[in-house]
């Protein structure tokens, strides 16, 4: 079938030829749609998501205190102030988000209820052949597009990660995963352990602690927190100066992410006095007598993993409070009514909950084929994090993790929309990364080096991620403060982009 053909078929069945298709309507999806309207004026595009609603992460996550880790300054637009407290709740983003749409009419331009499941490049033709099915209605719909902007995220949202325990069906209470929250969970004066430490559990924990009995949270091993005011002292100062709100979401960027590069430093270059930092921060609000050593000291250094903020310390006040406390140990297997660990104690629950992480998924499970052969990303070496070998016109949208994810919203999108301009400018209808003759002899590395960054999900997944090179184009090397100048001076003519 031809070019016309197609988008015959397509249009008759409702759906359509665009320019760029955009995989899921999370933060990285509806800013992608933003800029293409603001940059690339005139480009058709359509938002598919499987969702009934946007936010992506902000939407499918519904557990009680559910809020972000880094600050909305950072987490929010660059184009978009931010003007209340920094760690911001679900439901705050999610207005935001809405307000982002509304403001620029993107709501026409996406579809709700609509999942991917393959992606079909035809060098013949130069488009992809994108189909979904309607969640509603169960039936198949496809589109074609010259560019496919994959902003899927980086996990399944249907399911989150649960590790295999000993035993669990002889538990007679519930056992609920944080990423499906059922909305009749009644904790109330309830006995509950929550397993894991990480942002999940550090948000949760405060939240619940309140009215149920007792929580418990139960780690394998530490993790950092960093503590503080939920406020930014020159936000409120310029707001004080009655200075104009899209100036102090911009200063206030500009200082959070002066004080951020200062302390990551520190984490690499003086490890020891950043971990001092933090658990001075802790041992302020827990007091000299509690055994910091054992529940607040990761044996990692700072920033390997995601460092999560606890807006007023307020974990540590439930712990203080006798409301919630901290055990360190391992589980050897579930009982009847709770959790016999590796040590020999046991630990009462009415609830378990399983705050234990994602499960990585580096395609939004879309079956991706280029020419006929089904597309291996681990095959693939990775342009800048945003790009793979082989693969034309398609980019994927993975943030940072030191940084907020959505900084580098902002800065792959600048990027997609230059080049989709410059391709239009030179005539070009296929772009592909391709490693040149001088990257041949490189070597080619996990996606992450994982004495960088080593977050169980990412372990977990890694065999699934594309290759990285050694050198900076060939590598997403979570680094704002050096992409934030090196992405604007991208040569479009560089070797690695073969036009035709
Ligand atoms: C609880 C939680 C808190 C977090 N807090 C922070 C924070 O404070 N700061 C930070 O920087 N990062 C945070 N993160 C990381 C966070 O996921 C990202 O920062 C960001 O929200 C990711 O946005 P995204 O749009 O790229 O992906 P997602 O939010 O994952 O959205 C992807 C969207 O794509 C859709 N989709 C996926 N596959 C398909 C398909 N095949 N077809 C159609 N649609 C599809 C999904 O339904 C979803 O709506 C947090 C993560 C979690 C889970």
């Known amino acids: 079938m031809n070019v016309q053909q197609q988008i015959r078929t397509a249009s008759a069945e409702g759906t359509g030829h665009f320019d760029v298709v955009i995989a899921g309507a999370g933060i990285s ?27 992506g992460t902000w939407l499918t996550h519904r ?13 929010g637009y660059r184009f978009k102030p931010w003007t209340s407290a920094p760690i911001a709740t679900a439901a705050e983003i999610l207005s935001y988000m809405g307000e982002v749409i509304e403001e620029n009419a993107l709501g026409p331009h996406i579809r709700y209820q609509h999942t991917i499941s393959s992606a079909r490049w035809s060098s013949e033709e130069n488009l992809w052949t994108i189909e979904a099915i309607r969640t509603d209605t169960g039936e198949a719909v496809r589109f074609t597009a010259n560019f496919f902007w994959m902003c899927q995220g980086y996990y399944r949202h249907s399911e989150g990660y649960t590790p295999e325990w000993k035993a669990t069906e002889s538990f007679k209470g519930r056992i609920v995963h944080p990423q499906q929250w059922p ?30 009995a007792h929580v418990t949270m139960l780690q394998r091993s530490p993790t950092y927190f960093r503590t ?19 100036w102090i979401h911009e200063i206030t960027r500009r ?43 990761p044996k990692y250094r700072p920033w390997r993993q995601r460092i999560a903020f606890i807006p007023d310390g307020d974990l540590f006040q439930g712990i203080k409070a006798g409301k919630a406390s901290v055990v360190t140990d391992e589980i050897e297997r579930f009982t009847e009514t709770g959790i016999l660990l590796k040590s020999g104690n ?83 209808r296929k772009v592909t990364p391709a490693l040149r003759p001088e990257d041949h002899n490189m070597s080619l590395l996990p996606w992450i080096d994982p004495e960088n960054f080593n977050p169980g999900y990412m372990m977990r997944g890694m065999h699934l ?28 003519g560089d070797h690695a982009f073969v036009y035709e």
């Open 29 to 55: 999806g509806v800013g992608a749609a933003y800029h293409l309207t603001k940059q690339c004026a005139g480009t058709s595009f359509v938002v598919l998501e499987t969702q009934k609603s946007f936010g």
């Open 63 to 75: 557990y009680p205190g559910i809020r972000s880790d880094s600050d909305l300054h950072t987490f």
């Open 183 to 212: 909305d009749d969970l009644d904790y109330k004066d309830k006995k509950v352990v929550v397993i894991g430490s990480g942002a999940t559990a550090a948000t949760l924990i405060p939240a619940i602690a309140r009215d149920s």
């Open 228 to 246: 503080g005011r939920n406020a930014i002292e020159i936000a409120e100062t310029l707001r004080a100066l009655q200075v104009d709100e899209t």
């Open 255 to 297: 200082k959070i992410l002066f004080d951020q590069d200062a302390f990551t430093r520190k984490t690499f270059e003086e490890p020891e006095a950043a971990k001092k930092e933090l658990l001075s921060a802790v041992e302020a609000y827990l007091g000299p007598d509690y055994d910091i050593a054992t529940h607040f000291t």
């Open 346 to 428: 046991t630990l009462e629950a009415d609830i378990i909950i399983t705050a234990t992480g994602f499960n990585l998924s580096a395609n939004g499970d879309i079956d991706f084929s280029i020419d006929g052969k089904p597309l291996d990303f681990s095959q693939t070496v990775t342009y800048r994090g945003m790009m793979f070998t082989g693969v034309p016109n398609l980019v994927w949208v993975f943030g940072y993790f030191r940084a907020s994810w959505t900084l580098r919203v902002d800065l792959v999108a600048d990027f997609v929309c230059r080049l989709l301009n410059h391709m239009k400018e030179i005539g070009a």
């Open 465 to 492: 991620l594309p290759k990285r090179g050694d050198k900076p184009e060939w590598q997403h090397n979570q680094d704002y403060w050096a992409e934030k100048d090196e992405f604007p001076a991208i040569d479009l």
